[in-house]
């Protein structure tokens, strides 16, 4: 571009610079501080807006489809109560680790900081809940900010960005500046390569364990699919056992043969064990959250660990490791694997068959064991069945927050990354079906479900119209129970089972709502009839709700109560009220 060519409104260098940055769908609201962007959008149709019913569901549905493609995703908010609803996606983007650029309007700016109508700090409010914003005043910055925006929010640990554009800078006529002319500002320059040096001492500290075990996070899953590839290869090179946290689900497969199953405070008890008795532990991508941890004084005591992470405030920062490697896991793990393979003559798998002995005999226990019933759907079996009638399909997999998220995670069996969908850090209620709503956008001839709670579901519900507006077939799999589910647990558990505010008294008739909206309705209750509506909601082309009718007071096992170890876990067969009473202090009772 020169001499005129490159001179644009303020809107039109929005709209030209998500272009440049490979931007194909925005999920966003109209309001008046985006009109001018609006009005460009119209004029447009290399980009597609899907609009949303609130911006809560713009951000979930772009954390969705950023999630579900390894792309940036984009939302579009006005400014003031645009900008706050955004907040809570935002905060979830930043905890999970999920590139996601806002674009947010604001009052003019000769307005700013009049208390003008529809105004708020929104640079003030999510600087807590970002990675960096912006405040563009200046119409010539306006492109070189929001190409740094997209590098910032996928650079290093991925997360979300805000930049804030007034309306008067949206109407200015400015100079475009395309991102090949844009140089970094250095202000975020991540590390990615390994200090091959640690990355030494780790190999020699793995090839002298004799009770390994490597704990995967969601860090693998975001350096892309070669370092889901080399996990695999590691893990066949050392024949370590694996397991993974609530978001690194994928990165190796279910169906793997050193797989434990999930970590954590309801994960598998081979996992749980492995890792408190291990003697060395090498943390890929993860963070040490105190889901998975337990007790800190307790977690792993025996054990030398390894911390591969991209993020430095990450390591160190809740579980002090021996061997910190800084850097992307997927160049990491490459050294990792060569350096293995080097010394591959000298190191043989025989030493761990102890080891895979003790593993053996904690897999034994069948810790995700239930008791089946004919006359009523456990959540288990429903969740076992959805994933043998799905398995073989291009399947997508979103969930809400509570007991369904946590069965969805044990029983649903995951082969690849970037397939699983969920809130895990901040753990936020009515994600699922707008993220549903963004992978479907991503992937139009997929099948994507989100497996929901009747008390989730809700929260963000408004958003089936926009999955018909835009003829999304998503498939909403509620596991109806009456409750909040994970809420009464607990309370069951650890508040003499005064059950205050868990129960749902005006539980809406799902299968009339879905009719409501134009969408498919189905309702479940005997499991001899499971199968056969499973399948009818697969073959329905349109958007369904399933109402799959279960067990009210199942609760979900295994279970690490809070501040207790690893090795202190509560099993279904030992799971009685009063043996939950006995393994929970004081302490362990101030904290869900």
Same mark, same amino acid.
């Given at each position: ?40 959008? *119209? ?5 597609? !807006? ?225 890792? !408190? ?10 963070? *040490? ?9 307790? @977690? ?111 029983? *649903? ?96 008739? *799902? ?45 979900? @096992? ?35």
């Amino acid at each position: 571009m020169s001499g005129t060519e490159n001179q644009m409104t303020g809107a039109e260098i929005v709209l030209q610079a998500l272009k440049d940055n490979g931007v194909e769908h925005i999920f966003g609201y109209p309001g008046g501080a985006v009109l001018p962007i609006y009005d460009e959008i *119209f004029q447009q149709d290399e980009i597609q !807006h899907i609009l949303v019913r609130h911006e809560q569901g713009a951000g979930h549905a772009a954390e969705g489809y950023a999630r579900s493609t390894g792309k940036v995703g984009v939302m579009l908010v006005t400014s003031g109560p645009g900008a706050t609803n955004a907040v809570t996606p935002l905060q979830d983007a930043l905890m999970d680790s999920i590139p996601l650029v806002c674009l947010s309007g604001q009052v003019p700016t000769s307005l700013i900081g009049s208390d003008a109508f529809q105004e708020c700090d929104t640079v003030g409010i999510t600087r807590p809940c970002t990675k960096h914003n912006w405040l563009v005043k200046d119409v010539n910055q306006l492109a070189r900010t929001i190409h740094e925006a997209f590098r910032v929010a996928q650079s290093g640990r991925p997360g979300p960005v805000v930049v804030d554009i007034p309306k008067d800078i949206q109407f200015a006529t400015g100079t475009y500046v395309p991102p090949s002319m844009v140089s970094s500002q250095h202000v975020y320059e991540p590390k990615v390569q390994g200090d091959l040096d640690r990355i030494r001492e780790a190999v020699a500290l793995m090839q002298g364990a004799r009770k390994p075990v490597i704990y995967s996070g969601g860090g693998v899953v975001n350096s892309g699919p070669e370092a889901s590839h080399l996990l695999r290869e590691l893990v066949e090179l050392t024949g370590f056992p694996i397991t993974s946290t609530l978001m690194g689900l994928g990165a190796y497969p279910a169906s793997g043969k050193n797989w434990l199953g999930m970590l954590g405070m309801h994960g598998t008890y081979e996992a749980n064990m492995a890792m !408190h008795d291990c003697d060395v532990m090498v943390c890929i991508g993860a963070r *040490f959250d105190d889901r998975i941890t337990g007790r800190l004084n307790a @977690f792993s005591p025996n054990s030398k660990k390894i911390h591969i992470d991209i993020d430095p405030s990450s390591i160190n920062k809740n579980v002090r490791v021996d061997i910190p490697i800084l850097g992307d896991v997927g160049r990491v793990l490459e050294d990792m694997v060569r350096l293995w393979r080097a010394s591959a003559k000298t190191v043989g798998k025989e030493h761990l068959a102890d080891w895979w002995t003790s593993i053996s005999k904690w897999r034994a226990r069948n810790s995700l064991a239930y008791k089946a019933n004919d006359d009523v759907i456990m959540p288990q079996y429903a969740i076992q069945r959805l994933y043998e009638l799905t398995k073989h399909r291009d399947t997508y997999i979103t969930t809400e927050v509570g007991q369904h998220q946590m069965w969805a995670a044990q029983f *649903f069996g995951f082969e690849q990354p970037n397939r699983w969908m969920t809130s895990g850090g901040l753990g936020t209620m009515g994600y699922g079906l707008p993220a549903a709503l963004g992978v479907q956008i991503a992937h139009p001839d997929a099948l994507v479900i989100d497996i929901a709670g009747d008390a989730s579901i809700q929260m963000c519900i408004q958003e089936m119209s926009a999955a018909i507006q835009y003829e999304a077939p998503i498939k909403i799999f509620i596991l109806n129970n009456q409750y909040m589910g994970m809420v009464r647990q607990w309370q069951q558990l650890l508040h003499g089972n005064r059950l205050s505010h868990s129960y749902t008294e005006a539980m809406p008739d *799902f299968v009339k709502l879905a009719e409501a909206y134009g969408a498919v309705g189905l309702r479940c209750d005997k499991p001899a009839d499971l199968d056969g509506a499973i399948q009818e909601m697969i073959a329905v082309k349109k958007p369904v709700i399933f109402d799959c009718r279960v067990a009210n007071l199942a609760n979900c @096992f295994p279970m690490i109560p809070s501040g207790k170890a690893h090795n202190e876990m509560l099993l279904p067969d030992e799971a009685t009220d009063e043996a939950v009473a006995n393994a929970i202090d004081a302490k362990g009772r101030q904290l869900v």
